[in-house]
């Protein structure tokens, strides 16, 4: 199979309380190969985040790369549907579509916990996880840090106001060339009314970010720690979790614990980067390639 250069958009339908909502996702590779990655993005990103990836997994792999509610060319929700059980239906809706034989996860910050969730599961689907700088307790420092960074500027003049913005509220990605920063940054974007551009991302994601500062965040983290735990100690697919050195959402401490428990995640830590790592270089695309080679391959 030769390597694709160009995904295929396409949407699939998906339930909320309430109603449908459709979920767009970009696909890569051989429509008709029955193996499959699905790589799901962070908080506030989309699914082109990975097209280096993808297209590095392409020749082997059909690769999934969706817009989770609410990001990219999805559909958005009513704000308090913005939760990790939601987007794990939308995404069982969307393996369903795939109809799959074999399935890899590679999920950055938010898709890793999604990825947790679903790999948790009796019966999961997934052959091979791979986490990328997140596990089930989520440091304190790097919560509080997205609470107060993001949604706050929406619209921009250009692509290099946005760009500019955009970095300086991720600059734990670590090191990127400015060609690779604006590859990163344009399907973040589109066209608004007055000429200029906006994220496509709906704001009111953030409002669940609100009870981080209550007067109940306390046992509210501590509630969804021990429930993503006893998910992650039922994951059976071999798992591989990717760690930036400086990141203030995973932990050393958390990362260790993810090494001994449950799937005991093998673990791979790069130095000059902090949450998250953006999986366009070689470096880090090669190893989560043949990790995903080494598990996904049929016998």
């Known amino acids: 199979m030769s390597e694709t250069t160009q995904p295929r958009l396409d949407t699939v339908s998906c339930l909320h309380a309430g109603g449908l909502h459709r979920m767009a996702y970009w ?17 506030s990103r989309q699914g082109r985040d990975f097209d280096r990836l993808a297209r590095a997994l392409s020749s082997r792999f059909r690769v999934v790369c969706p817009d989770v509610a609410g990001r990219g060319r999805s559909d958005w929700l009513p704000p308090e549907h913005y939760q990790i059980p939601q987007y794990v239906a939308d995404m069982v809706s969307l393996l369903a579509r795939l109809r799959a034989r074999r399935v890899g996860w590679v999920g950055t910050s938010m898709g890793g916990l999604i990825g947790i969730a679903l790999g948790g599961l009796q019966d999961s689907p997934l052959h091979a996880l791979v986490l990328n700088d997140v596990g089930p307790t989520i440091a304190e420092q790097g919560l509080k840090r997205l609470a107060g960074s993001l949604g706050q500027r929406m619209r921009f003049d250009d692509l290099d106001q946005a760009a500019d913005y955009i970095w300086s509220v991720s600059q734990g990605f670590g090191s990127h060339s400015r060609e690779d920063w604006l590859e990163l940054c344009r399907p973040l974007l589109e066209p608004d009314a007055q000429g200029g551009l906006r994220l496509r991302f709906d704001p009111a994601i953030m409002q669940g970010f609100a009870a981080i500062a209550g007067p109940d965040a306390a046992q509210l983290v501590a509630a969804g720690e021990q429930a993503m735990w006893a998910l992650y100690d039922q994951v059976r697919a071999p798992t591989l979790l990717l760690r930036g050195a400086g990141s203030d959402i995973l932990s050393p401490g958390t990362a260790q614990a993810m090494r001994a428990r449950g799937p005991r995640a093998a673990c791979i830590e790069w130095s000059d980067v902090g949450h998250a790592p953006t999986l366009v270089s070689a470096q880090q695309i090669e190893p989560v390639r043949e990790f995903l080679l080494r598990h996904l391959d049929a016998p």
């Open 27 to 43: 696909e890569w590779g051989e429509a008709d190969n029955p193996d499959v990655v699905v790589c799901v993005h962070g908080l």
